[in-house]
């Protein structure tokens, strides 16, 4: 059975990375919240350039296996080095604007392949923002 | 309107551009000089997909942007430049001259460059052109986002601003 697909790996199955310390408290969060902070790989890009990030990024990659990327803000710095790595390697998938709600459902999410889990859990960070009021 | 920030950093199109200045300022376009990106539609799409819908960007190698510059200028609504180095910076204000003021916003480490600020390292030759804009009569001052201080150059050159 390939444990990519059913989550028996332990290796980490993304990368979370945006400014700041935006991306160790996301998955801070998914480890307070279920315990599986392990499954997801935190980059922070302070004090980078843009090539710094995209170098950090293929290490991560080379040296993790993982297929997905998760960054911030969709004009970050973080997002367009994760473009160029799409462009080079169309095996791996990126998804800007992640929120809680978008990692909790990717690493529960492990009856399907990483790749996938992103394009399900981004719908669900989608629906996850709602407005409140008048 | 026109052109609110002249500003020279390598990253181009992010964060603190499209939103820590581009909100504030109310952007409504922005031009990023670069002759690489100029020349490369695969550059221009990634650029063009980074920015916010309600803003336009134009791409221009240093020469074009020359010579549209006086059409950015003329510009009704409020608009960014960006270069991703101070030699281009640099050759655009020599060929406008209608530029006051230069914003140093991210110029990273790279071999045989100093610290002077958390976001600018400077290379010697890369500080003698700093000098010549001001000699030119261009304010140059150094400031990320706009809740900063503008450092100025003088300052920013002595490296003791941390």
């Given at each position: ?21 935006f991306a160790g408290g996301l ?71 992640v929120n809680l709600a978008t ?32 | ?67 549209d510059h006086a059409r950015y ?90």
């Open positions: 059975m390939n444990d990519e697909v059913v989550g028996g790996s332990d290796k980490p199955r993304a990368i979370v990375v945006g400014h700041g310390e998955v801070s969060a998914v480890g307070q919240i279920c315990g599986l902070a392990d499954k997801l790989v935190v980059l922070s890009m302070m004090g980078m350039t843009p090539e710094d990030i995209e170098g950090a990024l293929r290490e991560q990659i080379a040296l993790t296996g993982a297929r997905v990327i998760f960054t911030d803000l969709p004009a970050g710095s973080a997002t367009l080095a994760a473009r160029r790595i799409v462009r080079d390697d169309p095996g791996v998938v990126l998804v800007s604007g990692l909790l459902d990717f690493v529960f999410n492990t009856s399907v392949p990483p790749t996938e889990a992103a394009r399900a859990a981004a719908e669900r960070g989608k629906a996850s923002l709602i407005v409140v009021g008048r | 309107m026109g052109i609110h920030l002249y500003r020279i950093d390598d990253r181009l199109v992010h964060g603190q551009v499209v939103v820590g200045w581009g909100q504030p300022l109310n952007a409504r376009f922005l031009v990023l000089v670069d002759d690489l990106v100029a020349s490369s539609d695969w550059e221009k799409e990634l650029y063009r997909m980074a920015i916010p819908p309600e803003m336009e960007i134009y791409f221009a190698d240093v020469g074009g942007a020359i010579r200028a003329a510009d009704p609504r409020p608009g960014l430049l960006i270069t991703g180095d101070i030699a281009s910076m640099s050759r655009l204000v020599k060929g406008v001259k209608a530029i006051g003021s230069v914003n140093l916003g991210g110029i990273h480490h790279r071999a045989g460059r100093a610290e002077k600020l958390r976001y600018i390292f400077l290379t010697p030759g890369e500080e003698g052109q700093l000098h010549d804009l001001e000699a030119a009569g261009v304010e140059v001052t150094a400031q990320d986002v706009p809740s900063a201080r503008a450092v100025p150059l003088a300052e920013v050159l002595e490296g003791k601003s941390q």
